[in-house]
C-alpha cells in the first residue's frame, strides 16, 4: 500500500494552498460582510482551471483524477465556505451530470465553457416537496412538437441565482418515477419560461448564493434532453456518488484549519500565568480534533481512489460524506471551545467556520439519507 | 527570439519548521515539505514572460536529489519548455564552486541568450553560484536585479544597491539573478500541471557533462559544512515606559549602547 501523493498533485496542492493564503484569506471577512465573492477573483479562478479540474482535455477540462480533485477542494476548503461552494457544485455536479450523463454533442457544446469558467452551472434536484425523497419531485416535463413545456419550482439552489447553464430534474413519466420517469434537461439562462425566485437568506455560507428557481411553461429544446429521456435519475444518483467525495474533502480541509488556528491560540491565550495548551483539558480537544481530521482524511483519499480505479463506491462516499460533515462538526465545536469568547465573535474566523459547517450534515444528502445508503448496502451484502 | 536557461534549486518549504538532523551538517528533511526557492520562481517567471514577448525557449537547469524534481516540474507547469536535472548522487554534498562548474558543463554551447537564476537559494543563503557561474562561462553578470529590459543583444538591469539602485546594461548572453520585486510569479494553471507531466526532464550524470566523479559534489568541494546550529531562540522583550517622546528617546540610546545597531 503506498500512500504517497502523485507529484503533480503535490504541485497543484502547493499552487491552491498558496492561492488561498495570498488571493482568499485576505478578502474572506469582505466576502463576510458584502455576501459577495469579488467578480475579478472568480475570473482569476476561471484562468487557473478551478471549474473544470476532473474533465478530459479534449473538453478544456484539466484531466485531474477524484484524488486530485479531492486534495484540491481540501485545499481550498481551508479559506471561507463560499469559495468551495462556488466551484464543487460547478464542478461536482452541474457540469459532472452533463459529462456523465450528456451526449457527445452536449458534451462538446457545453463543456468547454463550463470548464473554463465561462459558464457557471447550477444542478436543480431539490424541491419544496422533494428533498430527502427525490424521487419524490414534482416539476413536470411534457414533450409539445419538438420542444419540452417544464413546469414547477426547484429549491435551494447553489449558484442557481447567477447560474448560466441549470441541469433541471424533472417528471416525464409520473408511472415511472425513479424507475425511468426522470429526466434531466439543460436549462440555459434567458430560456423563455425560466425564471430566479427567491434568492435565499441562510445561517452561513455568506457569499455563496442559493435561490428559488421557477419554471413556467419553460422551454427546452430537444437536443437539451441530457442523454436520454427516463435517465435522469441514474444520472443524479452517479453524480451525487462523486460529490460526496467532493464534501468530504472540503469538510477535512476546513477542519485541519480550525485544528492550526485553535493550536496557535492555544500556545499564545495566556490564563492562570500560562499558555492555555498547557491544559490537559485544551491537549485532549486538539488530539480528538487530530484523529478525527486524519480518519477522515484518509476515507476521503481511499473513496478517491477507488473511485478513480472504477469501483463501486455507494457505500463508500455515503460513509465518507455522513463521516467527514460530522467530524467537522465536532472540531468546529471544539474550536470554539478552545477559542472561548473570542471564539464566539464576529471578527474572528472561528464564528463564522462554526456557522458554515453545520450545513455539511444537510447539502448533498442529509447523514440520514447516507446511513439508509450503508445500511441498505450492508443488509444486502451482508458485511 | 531569445534561449534562456533558468537554474532552479529546491529548498525546504518557508513555512517548514526546521530541525538539524542527527549528523549536525545537515537539516532533518523527514516530515517537511520542499519548494521552488522563491528568488528562483522570479527568474522562471522572467524568462518565461520574456519568452512570451520575444519568442524562444526556456529550459530550467536544476542540481539536487530526486524530490528536487516537483521543482522542476513547478517551473515547468508555470511555462518553461524542458529541463536538465543533475540528480545523480555523486552531485550531492558539493559547494557553490562544484555546483557552478557542473552548471558551466551543461550549459556551455548550447547557444543561450541568457542565464536567469534566483539571486541566492533560502535555504543556504550563499548567493554565489550565479556569479560563479558567469564567471565559469566568461559571460558578464548582473545581481540582484528587479527591473529587467532585453532588446536584441543588451540588457538593461536594475539591481539594488545600498541606498538606492544602479543600472547596468550588459551585452549577451550574460548571467542575470532576481531579487524580489523583479516581477510577480504566476501560479501555475492546474490544466499546466498536468501538462506539465510530459514535458522532457533529462537526467544527466556527471560522465555526461564530461566531468570526472572528483569533480563533482562532495568529493569536488573545497568546502565542507562542519556544523549547523539553529537559530538562537528570541529573548523575551524590553517594555520601555513613560511619555512617547521620552520612551523614543530611551529607545534610541539603547539602540546605540546597547544593541549597537545605530
Keep these: 500500500m503506498d500512500f504517497t501523493i502523485p507529484q503533480e498533485y503535490e504541485i497543484l496542492r502547493k499552487m491552491v494552498h498558496d492561492f488561498v493564503v495570498e ?107 422533494a428533498g430527502s425523497d427525490a424521487a419524490n419531485i414534482e416539476t413536470r416535463a411534457e414533450k409539445k412538437g419538438d420542444k419540452w413545456i417544464l413546469n414547477g419550482t426547484k429549491n435551494w439552489i447553489t449558484n442557481g441565482s447567477i447560474a448560466d447553464v441549470v441541469i433541471v430534474y424533472a417528471l416525464t413519466d409520473k408511472n415511472l418515477r425513479a424507475r425511468g420517469g426522470i429526466t434531466a434537461f439543460i436549462v440555459e439562462k434567458g430560456f423563455p419560461g425560466f425564471r430566479v425566485g427567491t434568492v435565499d437568506v441562510k445561517m452561513g455560507l455568506r457569499g455563496s448564493h442559493t435561490a428559488q428557481l421557477l419554471f413556467e411553461n419553460c422551454e427546452v429544446p430537444e ?55 498547557n491544559n490537559q483539558a485544551i491537549q485532549w480537544m486538539l488530539a480528538d480534533m487530530a484523529m478525527e481530521i486524519e480518519a477522515a482524511r484518509l476515507m476521503t483519499y481511499k473513496t478517491a481512489w477507488k473511485y478513480d480505479q472504477g469501483l463501486k463506491i455507494t457505500r463508500d462516499a455515503a460513509m465518507v460524506k455522513a463521516f467527514a460533515s460530522e467530524m467537522a462538526c465536532h472540531v468546529a465545536d471544539k474550536a470554539v471551545q478552545i477559542h472561548g469568547g473570542i471564539g464566539y465573535m464576529r471578527e474572528y474566523p472561528i464564528e463564522r467556520a462554526y456557522r458554515d459547517t453545520r450545513i455539511l450534515k444537510i447539502y448533498e444528502g442529509t447523514n440520514e439519507i447516507q446511513r439508509m445508503i450503508i445500511a441498505r448496502d450492508l443488509l444486502k451484502v451482508g458485511h | 527570439m531569445l534561449n534562456i536557461a533558468v537554474c532552479v534549486k529546491q529548498v525546504p518549504d518557508t513555512e517548514a519548521r526546521l530541525s538539524v538532523a542527527a549528523d549536525k551538517t545537515r537539516i532533518e528533511e523527514q516530515g517537511i515539505s520542499f519548494i521552488l526557492n522563491p528568488y528562483d520562481e522570479h527568474a522562471v517567471e522572467e524568462a518565461i514572460r520574456l519568452k512570451e514577448k520575444q519568442g524562444g525557449t526556456v529550459t530550467v537547469f536544476c542540481l539536487g536529489p530526486a524530490r528536487a524534481e516537483e521543482a522542476i516540474r513547478t517551473a515547468l507547469a508555470m511555462g518553461a519548455d524542458k529541463a536538465v536535472h543533475l540528480a545523480d548522487a555523486a552531485f550531492g554534498g558539493g559547494d557553490e564552486g562544484t555546483a557552478a562548474a557542473a552548471l558551466e558543463k551543461a550549459i556551455a554551447g548550447k547557444s543561450f541568450d541568457l542565464v536567469l537564476a534566483g539571486r541566492l537559494a533560502i535555504d543556504d543563503a550563499s548567493g554565489q553560484v550565479g556569479a560563479r557561474l558567469a ?59 498536468m501538462k506539465a507531466r510530459r514535458k522532457e526532464v533529462a537526467k544527466v550524470t556527471p560522465a555526461d557533462l564530461g566531468l570526472s566523479g572528483g569533480e563533482v559534489g562532495g568529493a569536488g568541494a573545497k568546502g565542507k559544512v562542519a556544523g549547523l546550529a539553529p537559530a538562537p531562540g528570541r529573548s523575551a522583550g524590553k517594555v520601555i515606559a513613560g511619555e512617547p517622546a521620552d520612551a523614543a528617546r530611551k529607545v534610541v540610546g539603547l539602540l546605540r549602547d546597547e544593541a549597537k545597531v545605530i
Excluded at chain 1, 473538453?59 to 461552494?85: I, M, Q, R, T, W
Aim: aromatic share 6%; glycine share 12%; hydrophobic share 40%.
Design chain 1, 23 to 129: 488571493r482568499l484569506d485576505p478578502i474572506s471577512q469582505k466576502v463576510e460582510e458584502e455576501d459577495e465573492i469579488p467578480p475579478e477573483i472568480i475570473k482569476e479562478m476561471a484562468e487557473l482551471g478551478f471549474f473544470g479540474l476532473p474533465f478530459p482535455e479534449e473538453y478544456g477540462g484539466g484531466a485531474v483524477s477524484k484524488l486530485g480533485y479531492a486534495l484540491f477542494l481540501e485545499e481550498l476548503g481551508a479559506s471561507s465556505a463560499c469559495f468551495s461552494n462556488l466551484i464543487a457544485p460547478h464542478v461536482s455536479l452541474a457540469t459532472s451530470s452533463v459529462f456523465i450523463g450528456g451526449t457527445e454533442a452536449q458534451k462538446q457544446k457545453y463543456l468547454p465553457p463550463m470548464c473554463a469558467g465561462e459558464k457557471l452551472g447550477a444542478f436543480a434536484l431539490t424541491e419544496p416537496n
Design chain 1, 223 to 277: 437536443e437539451n434532453v441530457l442523454g436520454e429521456v427516463g435517465m435522469g435519475f441514474l444520472t443524479a444518483m452517479k453524480v451525487l456518488d462523486g460529490g460526496r467525495i467532493g464534501l468530504a474533502a472540503g469538510a477535512v480541509g476546513g477542519a485541519q484549519r480550525l485544528l492550526e488556528l485553535s493550536i496557535q491560540w492555544a500556545n499564545t491565550r495566556v490564563q492562570f500565568g500560562q499558555p492555555i495548551a
Design chain 2, 135 to 193: 564567471e565559469k562561462l566568461g559571460w558578464p553578470h548582473v545581481t540582484a536585479v528587479t527591473r529587467l529590459a532585453v532588446e536584441g543583444r543588451e540588457a538593461v538591469a536594475n539591481r539594488e544597491i545600498d541606498g538606492g539602485s544602479q543600472v547596468v546594461a550588459v551585452t549577451l548572453p550574460a548571467v542575470i539573478t532576481a531579487q524580489r520585486g523583479l516581477n510577480q510569479p504566476r501560479y501555475p494553471k492546474i490544466p499546466d500541471i
